[in-house]
């Protein structure tokens, strides 16, 4: 779900894409002085797909069949220098509110004072252009059609996923598997270098709810067009770097989706689609999909073209030379930065398990290929309900950790490994399953939980100021410990974050099912109210079940009639 020179002295990163512009200028010794930069298009076939993805979110579905026209895609994001001839131009009024800063809860610090031109991200001429809403991007397409005699415009979502897909049908267009390492040859993306130098840098910490590529893309925020591997069709930056704005009105799903490519159009529409991610998350599949406002206001948000073609088939088209040869220096002169960031991470260690667990102590082990003896190990315990964490052991030589001073409530634990002064991605966190019992009737926060594997705990912007930790269930169990002081009907009310179309959070008892409580309407935290179940007298095992990615739990309520 941004910045310049307001939040810190020129930091590292500024600094070098400073140099990368300076640099680029001395050796190329030309400037752009044509009135407008045509973009090298990439030629996209004719041909048909299967577009979303029936293993996805529900907004991901049906995938369905699309017949698909020849047409022209930008191989690049557009980028600063790009959209600098549309405003000098046209002295076009783009928004100066842009929500551009880093604080330590990452996005939305102090004011939304950046620009198109002055924002953090505007590292230099050949960073992708942001802090736009979508119709400052339909404006741009406009003019450089004006100028160009060539009908530009924002992609359609069919022509985004095929020309993405390149004619693969695997969950990403380089393989199947997630967190594979191979991402960063392709993208720039949350990975282990910003991982371990966004604290630094930013004071934000990728560390609480973020999925991190266990890879070194070498770049914190967003990067110069064109630096990764492209996809198969020749486009790059596709995936990562910066979400990029679509033509279509936002839908929940793809029912009554059109097939021949073309957008989803409606007459009133405020949210239309992204796609693409950005450098702040994980690699997003070839199908997956996110709204946003049609005024929206950020500096995570680009764009890229697509060129009409009417179905004809036209070869790639180079674009304008001068730009595409300062370009390429720039994309030169940052590999050559690379180095400095070429650090070798060690792996995350495996099979972290509890062995015995009790209030007096904690013991750990887990799994590690030892064919280095420098590694040592690092080991961190959560508190759930606070979301704080600690270091508690440090220079470990062997695979094992016993806790000799346990919270009284259930801990999570994780640990990482340390070879020459870096360190790995933090292994998933385990739960030490010390029950909180909760005595009915009683409100019980969603982190609340005796044990809640491959779920993370989190922070909401959106929530109470007081009560923004919440249990990320996505389609997991969360489980608690509950005391029913007699057989009897209750009433449950619970705080849910639905992530759109129709769901159902499900309550069970040990293997009883207790209910489904239905979730519908828009994407958004709400809270679900006038349920009974029918609890017997005793201390039982009461688990809630997400039942789609982004699905969450604040809290719930089981209160007497």
Known sequence: ?????????????????????????????????????????????????????????????????????????????????????????????????????????????????????????????????????????????????????????????????????????????YGDEPLSGKSCEYANLSDVYALH?????????????????????????????????????????????????????????YHDAPTDGSAVTKEQCDTYVARGGSWHWEAHRSSQRMPIGDNFVAALEGFRLVQDTQGQALPNQQGNQTFVKLLTHAQEHAKKDWRKTNIQYPTTPKGLEVVSSSHEAVTLQWQYPIT???????????????????????????????????????????????????????????????????????????????????????????????????AALSKHSAHYTVNVPTSNMYKLQARVFHPGSTQHLEFWLGDKLLTKAELTGERSWQTIDNIFIDLPKGQHQLSVKGQAPLMALNWFIISTL
Request: hydrophobic share 35%.
């Open 1 to 173: 779900m941004q910045y310049r020179n307001l939040l810190f002295p020129l930091s590292i990163p500024s600094l070098l894409s400073s140099v990368i512009l300076s640099h680029t200028n001395a050796v190329a010794g030309q400037k752009i002085t044509a009135a407008y930069i045509e973009p090298p298009m990439i030629a996209i076939p004719a041909g048909d797909f299967y577009m979303g993805s029936d293993r996805g979110q529900d907004n991901e579905k049906p995938a369905h069949k699309v017949l698909m026209p020849a047409f022209q895609m930008a191989k690049y994001e557009v980028t600063i220098a790009e959209f600098r001839k549309f405003i000098e131009a046209t002295h076009y009024q783009a928004p100066q509110e842009c929500t551009h800063r880093i604080g330590d809860k990452w996005f939305g610090s102090g004011k939304s004072d950046g620009s198109w031109d002055n924002n953090i991200y505007a590292h230099s001429e050949f960073h992708p252009v942001v802090c736009i809403t979508r119709k400052d991007a339909i404006a741009y397409a406009k003019w450089l059609s004006q100028q160009s005699g060539k009908q530009y415009r924002l992609p359609t979502e069919a022509e985004w996923e095929y020309a993405l897909r390149g004619g693969t049908y695997t969950r990403y267009f």
């Open 372 to 470: 280095n003896q420098k590694v040592s190990f690092n080991v961190y315990r959560q508190d759930p309900i606070t979301l704080t964490q600690q270091h508690i052991a440090s220079n470990l030589k062997q695979p094992t950790f016993t806790d000799p001073k346990p919270l009284e409530r259930n801990m999570r634990y994780a640990v990482s490994a340390i070879l020459s002064n870096t360190e790995s991605i933090a292994s998933d966190f385990v739960d030490s399953g010390i029950s909180t019992i909760h005595q009915l009737p009683a409100k019980i926060e969603g982190e609340a939980f005796s044990s809640a594997p491959n779920i993370q705990v989190s922070l909401s912007g959106w929530e109470e100021k007081d009560d923004r930790v919440f």
């Open 197 to 253: 130098e966004s604290p630094k840098q930013y004071d934000a910490s990728y560390k609480s709810g973020y999925t991190i590529e266990p890879c070194n893309d070498h770049e914190l925020t967003t990067s110069v067009v064109g630096l990764y591997k492209a996809n198969p069709f020749g486009i790059h930056d596709m995936i990562g770097n910066v979400v990029e704005r679509l033509a279509d009105c936002y839908q929940n799903s």
